[in-house]
C-alpha cells in the first residue's frame, strides 16, 4: 500500500510563491513517474507536471516558466516550486505516482492539498 505525505499548499497572494512536496512510501518498488495534477471547481483534473526516474520533464503550458519540478529518487519525493501565481492557479493539487509492472501503468494519488491564490 503507497502512502503520500503532502505538504505546502495554502492561500498566497498574487505573484506570490508556494513550494509543494509529495513523500511516497510503502513500495519497495521506485515509481517511475512522480508529478502533480490540479482541479479546480467544475473543471477536469489536469496534469501540471511531471518528472521520470530518468529527469524528463513534462509541464502544462500555462505553468511553463513559473513552476519547476523536482524529484529526490532516493526519497520517492517530488517538489513542486510555484513561482508568480495567478488566481487561475487556485486548485487542489494532487500528487501522483506512477510505476509499470509488466508493461501496465499503476497509479497512485495522494489526498491532495488546497492552492487559493487571491489577494
Known amino acids: 500500500q503507497v502512502q503520500f505525505v503532502e505538504s505546502g499548499g495554502g492561500l498566497v497572494q498574487p505573484g506570490g510563491s508556494l513550494r509543494l512536496s509529495c513523500a511516497a512510501s510503502?513500495?519497495?518498488?521506485?515509481?517511475?513517474?512522480m508529478g502533480w495534477y490540479r482541479q479546480a471547481p467544475g473543471k477536469q483534473r489536469e496534469l501540471v507536471a511531471d518528472?521520470?526516474?530518468?529527469?524528463?520533464?513534462n509541464y502544462l503550458d500555462r505553468v511553463k516558466g513559473r513552476f519547476t519540478i523536482s524529484r529526490d529518487n532516493a526519497k520517492n519525493t517530488v517538489y513542486l516550486q510555484m513561482n508568480s501565481l495567478k488566481p487561475e492557479d487556485t486548485a487542489v493539487y494532487y500528487c501522483?505516482?506512477?510505476?509499470?509492472?509488466?508493461?501496465?501503468?499503476?497509479?497512485?494519488w495522494g489526498q491532495g492539498t488546497q492552492v487559493t491564490v487571491s489577494s
Open positions: 501522483n505516482a506512477r510505476r509499470y509492472s509488466f508493461g501496465t501503468p499503476l497509479n497512485y
Open positions: 510503502g513500495s519497495s518498488a521506485s515509481m517511475d513517474i
Open positions: 518528472i521520470t526516474s530518468g529527469g524528463t520533464i
